[in-house]
């Protein structure tokens, strides 16, 4: 329903929303992509938009998924729940909109475009095989590897002509985490006749890592994503993410825009 009504939706590259009120006068389609800061409306919502605060909520996402759009309670009053106001709010890049604290809140995420990154939590593992290599164009072999970066110009990939059988590079995260869930999201490619797997995992401290999302052998030349892994995180745990060499060139396989959500998915 949301979705027809955006003018630019092939600038709309995901489009998430918790759930719709039901009652009639309480939804306006929302048709101004390009309407910028806050933005109030007034209406009436049903008892239901604020038995769930985050009822309604849509985000509508230009590049990066930063403007978001709802409701709210306009008072806080509790005998004031039936009456809300729309809101729309743009965050900055590397933020995502908290719907508890109704604010934008910084988070951290890689995406390759500078090297290193301000904000990345991965680096590159030096106890595997290789490197994942910051490129922009396409990858060395021909018939295998993107053509393109996911968003912007540059993505990270594993070049398998460089590389043997079974060799894994990895990327490892750099930071110390809390005590709580996380849900990791990201862009791969993995196109090439001889693909090989790329998997992420948790370890925590030198125990054995955990294998939390794999995939093996795709050969299409499309970025994927990965809507969400959660990843029970803590001080002593750190994320990996692996991609492993098959038996030939066309193996490439390449990741972009790996965010990290301080929040279960
Ligand atoms: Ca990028
Ligand atoms: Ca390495
Ligand atoms: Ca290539």
Redesign the pocket.
């Known amino acids: 329903m949301f979705l027809s009504a955006f003018p630019n939706s092939e600038q709309c590259e995901n489009f998430r929303y918790t759930k719709d009120v039901f009652a009639p006068n309480s939804i306006q389609i929302i048709s101004n992509v390009s309407a910028s800061s806050l933005d109030y409306v007034y209406a009436i919502c049903t008892a239901e938009c604020f038995a769930n605060w985050a009822c309604n909520a849509v985000d509508v996402c230009g590049t990066f998924c930063r403007l978001i759009r709802g409701w709210d309670s306009l008072y806080s009053e509790e005998n004031s729940t039936d009456v809300c106001q729309r809101y729309q709010i743009e965050c900055s890049q590397g933020e995502y909109y908290d719907r508890l604290s109704k604010a934008c809140v910084a988070h951290e995420f890689c995406d390759f475009e500078s090297d290193p990154g301000t904000v990345c939590f991965l680096g590159?593992?030096?106890?595997?095989?290789?490197?994942?290599i910051r490129n922009s164009g396409t990858t060395n072999t021909a018939s295998t590897g993107p053509s393109t970066a996911k968003f912007g110009s540059f993505y990270k990939y594993m070049d398998a002509a460089t590389l043997k059988r079974n060799d894994e590079?990895?990327l490892v995260s750099t930071r110390t985490f809390m005590a709580k869930s996380y849900c990791l999201t990201f862009y791969y490619h993995m196109f090439g006749t001889q693909t090989g797997t790329l998997t992420v995992l948790t370890q925590n401290g030198t125990s054995s890592a955990e294998t939390k999302w794999t995939v093996s052998g795709e050969n299409q030349d499309v970025w994927r994503e990965v809507p969400g892994i959660d990843l029970n995180l803590d001080s002593q745990t750190k994320i990996l993410i692996t991609a492993t060499r098959d038996n030939g060139d066309y193996g490439d396989i390449a990741v972009d825009f790996v965010q990290l959500w301080p929040y279960p998915c």
Not at 124 to 132: K, R
């Open positions: 590159e593992d030096s106890s595997d095989d290789g490197n994942w590079v990895t």
